[in-house]
Every structure is written in C-alpha cells, then in structure tokens.
C-alpha cells in the first residue's frame, strides 16, 4: 500500500484556490493557460486509480461530486467508478450518494489510511494532505506545477513538516506546466 498524493500547484509551491471555486482574488491560476493541459489523466494514475482508492476532504469531494458525475469518458468513468473514501465531520451516509462508490470514512482518518491494503490516492484536499504529511504516510507525490507566482496562499508542505527524502521518478512538461513524479527515497 502507497500513500499517494496528488496537486496542482505553482511555481512558489502554494495550491490555493486553483480552480477558482473558493472566489479568492488569485484563484483559477490552474487554467491562466488553457485547459487542456489540466484535463484527463495527467497525473498517470491509471491502474492505481483502478485498484486503490480516493481519499477526499469534504470540499473536494463536495466540489467533485457535482462535477464528474456528469462527465464521461474514459478517465471521467475510471473517477467515477473509483471507490471514494470521504473525510467529513458533516456529511452524512445520505449525502455520498450524490457519487457512485463514495462512503464517509469511519474512525480516525490516519488509522483508516493505514489499515488500508491497496494504494491511498488524495487529490486536493489540503487539511487531509497536512495531516498525512505531519504523520509521515506520504510514499509519494504527483505534481502539476503550473508556471504562476502566486506568493500568497496556502502551501504543500505546511511550516514545521517532518524532512523527508524523495527521488523524482518523472518529470515532463504538459504544455506550459511541468508533471512530475516523486518517490520516497
């Protein structure tokens, strides 16, 4: 089992707003150069989509679940027929029906990821980011990094995070952004 996170992030390392949902003065950074280079399966998750599983805070979930429902094709079908764990104090059972294979995690969320026997794909989701990385259980990160300067915002690895060595793995440019691919050392 791997703990992998995948972001979009800046240049200056901050993923705040990225999309523009949250309105903040600099949101929507991801999409200053199109979108194409954001859309599909740029984060080559594949078969570790397939047989891992997402892990979401209730925002993204919240924000994806009334987004890829609606969308089709390939990676939209392997999203959506992802089995989704959602970290929430809020939502209920009720409420993850709004997307197929989405259940409210059970317990504490560091104990559920390593009790998990298949791969831990986290996508945004910044306060269950933190928390993996303050507890260590981050085997590796996948990475949009779009050419924006934001220089405010909140961060990926939060002031105070345990040092870690990674290996990059992969790395290529997606139109103006750069993929890549880092492994625990």
């Known amino acids: 089992m791997s703990v992998v996170v995948i972001e979009f992030t800046t240049l200056d390392g901050r993923i705040t707003d990225p999309d523009g949902s949250d309105g903040t003065p600099l949101g929507g950074w991801m999409f200053r150069h199109g979108r194409e280079h954001v859309s599909g399966d740029k984060f080559r998750l594949g078969r570790t989509l397939d047989e891992g599983v997402l892990l979401l805070g209730r925002r993204t979930w919240q924000l994806f679940s009334r987004l890829w429902p609606n969308r089709t094709g390939e990676f939209a079908d392997r999203m959506n027929a992802a089995p989704k764990l959602v970290a929430s104090r809020t939502l209920t059972a009720a409420d993850t029906a709004a ?27 910044i306060g269950v980011v933190h928390r993996l990385i303050e507890a260590d259980l981050v085997d590796e990160y996948r990475l949009l990094t779009v050419p924006v300067v934001l220089g405010t915002g909140a961060r990926l690895f939060p002031e105070g995070a345990p040092v870690g060595d990674f290996r990059c793995v992969q790395a290529e440019p997606v139109g103006p952004a750069c993929y890549s691919r880092h492994r625990r050392a």
């Open 99 to 125: 997307w197929a294979n989405s259940r409210l995690l059970e317990g504490d969320l560091l104990s559920a990821v390593k009790e998990q026997d298949r791969d831990v794909v986290v996508t945004g989701s």
